[in-house]
């Protein structure tokens, strides 16, 4: 069970940078696992290998695969073969205008764009918050850098259920300006900037960039913005991908926060809108409805697979 | 560092600051002082202040000791709570925490097929979680032609009444909770398992040890560092599970799945018992997070001597 999703993904990228690195000096001198070239010359260890292998296939199809392929095939099945043999293998009679009338009866291409919107303005926050705090803490380092860098740190060792209430009353009002973000966009996605995890992943890995490159920049006249745009921002694509994609995702399937920050429904995201939508939507239209939710996320995984599942598969191969 | 700058800050003047690049340095880290200030910092240091008030957002608020403890504690859904997070957590470990172990081990000997093991086993945890429990919820319908119901008909079991009994109730969540999480587990441990000196399994086998033996004297104590952390991140996450009983079930049925965060969701922003109680949210919270804390610490403490780095 994840410890990945329920916290945050903690030891992802810094175990992985070491496990990269093992596994590419693993990979050059003799590629082998748990078992060996010469053990699997016994048949009998070969095919119970085999098995197993096959075994696990079929638990991952059915298992993992399954109920996602469920969905596919009931979004797309009228309600009463839905209801009648839930099992069926392929349905009787397709019904494709079910995608249709959900995202145009049940307004879910407005709520879609909501979604995309809070997404977006996430990531962007989270790009924007840790590249800056990652740049000024490892490049520029003010003396005050190290106490700040504390205080970030610090903040991952609060449990982010401690924060719901009273981050809730900070957007109702914040401190000084006394605004109400409550039923904006704003609220939905700046919290999600505060994210200690991003500005220390940056923060390390700007750290590791070679301080040749930085100083010669420096030499030739290039301030601080010179710096951080064009020589430093260049050079950290593949960790700017990996904080790109978990932060879209995330977004994608936050649940609580936008639930409590957005009770205007024409504000809310697909996750928040689906439950309410559920009781009073005929059952083949509302799975319907689930199958588009879950289109975007999973072509999205499908899509940058590599910065998911890299730690330490083809990660050796490419950084 | 430090030494070096203490000696030089009698020196230092506001213009060689701004010369020195110190604006610049301040201008960029702008943004994280903001975002964090206002929605970091901020709400842990309100916290510990609202913990001890009782608020209404109209009135200012008003200092009230240590009421808010005392209500929170006097609350006869609060051991319910416990009692249900807690088994939950153990329902959890029980099943959710070997199948992830399992899958990876079986998985990082797999050389073609790695790669769409990973993808599948992963699958699952890109599925937005309510959208996973939509589904889930109409997966365990409890008449006879429900979708569980109907494949466990066919081997003669059930109807299971899976969200209506306060028995299955617990169990059910927690078989959708693992399926939406377990993904992210295994990809952990593959990345940790590729890092597995193969001298080890080599000299293992010179030593005439079969796969098992290999799995028990070098692949698992390879784990043992990594499965202490995902063990104790999986009890802190599943200390704080609301959205699997929030929408099954709402804590039902006869808050058989009341959590300790739905208890402080309902307390705060409920429907049923009206909210507004912010104090007893924050000071339940508050509760929660020491809890979590002082488990932590004596977590690391007992089990430092087994980690093996």
Redesign the interface.
């Known amino acids: 069970?994840?410890?990945?999703?329920?916290?945050r993904?903690?030891?992802?990228v810094g175990?992985?940078r070491?496990?990269v690195s093992?596994?590419a000096s693993?990979e050059s001198?003799?590629?082998?696992?748990?078992?060996?070239a010469?053990?699997l010359r016994h048949n009998g260890?070969r095919w119970t290998?085999r098995a197993?292998?096959i075994a696990?296939?079929v638990f991952?199809?059915v298992?993992?695969?399954g109920?996602?392929l469920?969905?596919a095939r009931a979004a797309i099945t009228p309600t009463q073969d839905t209801?009648?043999?839930?099992?069926a293998f392929w349905p009787h009679g397709i019904a494709w205008q079910n995608l249709k009338t959900a995202w145009v009866d049940l307004d879910l291409k407005l709520y879609f764009k909501n979604t995309l919107i809070i997404a977006l303005g996430s990531w962007a926050?989270q790009m924007?918050?840790a590249t800056?705090?990652g740049?000024?803490?490892s490049i520029?380092?003010?003396?005050y850098?190290?106490i700040?860098y504390g205080?970030?740190l610090a903040?991952m060792?609060?449990?982010?259920?401690?924060?719901?209430?009273?981050?809730?009353?900070?957007?109702?009002n914040?401190?000084i300006s006394h605004t109400n973000l409550v039923n904006t966009y704003w609220a939905a996605f700046?919290?999600a900037?505060?994210s200690?995890f991003n500005?220390a992943v940056v923060k390390r890995f700007f750290d590791n960039l070679p301080r040749e490159v930085i100083d010669a920049a420096r030499v030739d006249g290039a301030?601080?913005?010179r710096l951080?745009w064009y020589v430093v921002l260049p050079m950290s694509r593949p960790v700017l991908g990996v904080v790109s994609v978990f932060a879209v995702?995330a977004a994608?399937?936050d649940?609580?926060w936008p639930l409590?920050v957005l009770p205007d429904p024409a504000k809310q995201p697909?996750?928040?809108r689906?439950?309410s939508l559920?009781p009073v939507t005929e059952?083949d239209i509302?799975?319907a409805a689930?199958l588009i939710?879950?289109v975007v996320?999973?072509a999205?995984?499908?899509i940058f697979?590599r910065f998911?599942?890299r730690?330490?598969?083809?990660g050796?191969v490419k950084g | 560092?430090?030494v070096t700058?203490t000696a030089h800050r009698q020196r230092r003047s506001p213009l060689t600051w701004w010369r020195g690049?110190?604006a610049?340095?301040?201008l960029?880290?702008?943004?994280?002082?903001l975002?964090?200030g206002?929605?970091?910092?901020?709400?842990?240091l309100?916290?510990g202040v609202?913990s001890f008030q009782h608020?209404n957002?109209v009135e200012p608020a008003q200092w009230i000791g240590l009421e808010n403890f005392r209500n929170v504690l006097h609350d006869p859904l609060l051991p319910v709570a416990i009692r249900n997070t807690a088994y939950f957590a153990g329902l959890?470990f029980v099943?959710?925490?070997p199948?992830?172990l399992l899958?990876a081990?079986?998985?990082?000997?797999?050389?073609r097929?790695?790669?769409?093991?990973?993808?599948?086993?992963?699958?699952?945890?890109?599925?937005?979680?309510?959208?996973?429990v939509?589904?889930?919820?109409?997966?365990y319908d409890a008449s006879p032609?429900?979708?569980f119901n109907?494949?466990l008909g066919k081997v003669g079991v059930g109807p299971v009444p899976w969200l209506e009994s306060s028995h299955a109730v617990m169990p059910a969540l927690v078989l959708e909770?693992?399926?939406?999480?377990?993904?992210?587990?295994v990809?952990?441990y593959?990345?940790?398992?590729?890092?597995?000196?193969?001298e080890l399994?080599?000299a293992a086998?010179a030593d005439g040890a079969g796969?098992f033996r290999?799995?028990w004297h070098v692949?698992l104590p390879h784990l043992r560092g990594?499965m202490l952390?995902?063990?104790?991140?999986?009890i802190?996450?599943?200390a704080?599970?609301?959205?699997e009983p929030?929408?099954f079930t709402d804590g039902g049925p006869d808050n058989s799945s009341l959590t300790v965060?739905l208890l402080?969701?309902n307390y705060?922003?409920g429907s049923t018992t009206g909210g507004g109680d912010?104090g007893s949210?924050?000071a339940l919270?508050?509760m929660?997070?020491v809890a979590?804390?002082i488990l932590s610490f004596i977590y690391f403490r007992v089990t430092r001597s087994w980690s093996t780095s």
């Open positions: 069970m994840s410890a990945g999703l329920w916290a993904p903690l030891p992802r175990g992985k070491k496990a093992k596994a693993s001198s003799d590629s082998r696992g748990l078992t060996s010469f053990e260890l290998r197993v292998h696990l296939l991952l199809v298992g993992a695969l109920p996602l469920w969905l209801l009648r043999t839930p099992m926050t924007l918050v800056t705090a740049y000024a803490l520029l380092r003010p003396r850098g190290q700040l205080a970030v903040t060792f609060v449990p982010a259920v401690v924060l719901l209430v009273p981050l809730y009353l900070t957007v109702l914040l401190p700046l919290p900037g505060a200690a500005v301030g601080s913005f951080f995702l994608w399937k649940f609580i409590i697909l996750s928040v689906l439950p559920a059952l509302f799975l689930l939710s879950t996320p999973i999205f995984f499908v697979q998911f599942l730690g330490g598969l083809d050796a | 560092m430090t700058d690049g110190g610049g340095a301040l960029f880290l702008l943004p994280m002082l975002i964090f206002l929605f970091s910092w901020w709400p842990i309100r916290t609202m608020t957002l959890a099943f959710g925490y199948v992830p899958m081990v079986i998985m990082s000997d797999a050389r097929l790695r790669g769409l093991f990973s993808m599948l086993a992963y699958l699952p945890v890109v599925v937005p979680p309510a959208v996973a939509l589904l889930w919820r109409f997966f032609s429900g979708v109907s494949v909770a693992t399926w939406a999480a377990a993904g992210g587990t990809i952990i593959l990345a940790a398992l590729v890092s597995v000196p193969p399994y080599d086998e796969v290999k799995i692949t990594i952390i995902t063990l104790i991140l999986q802190i996450g599943t704080q599970v609301f959205l929030y929408l965060l402080i969701f705060a922003f912010y949210a924050t919270s508050l929660l997070a979590l804390a």
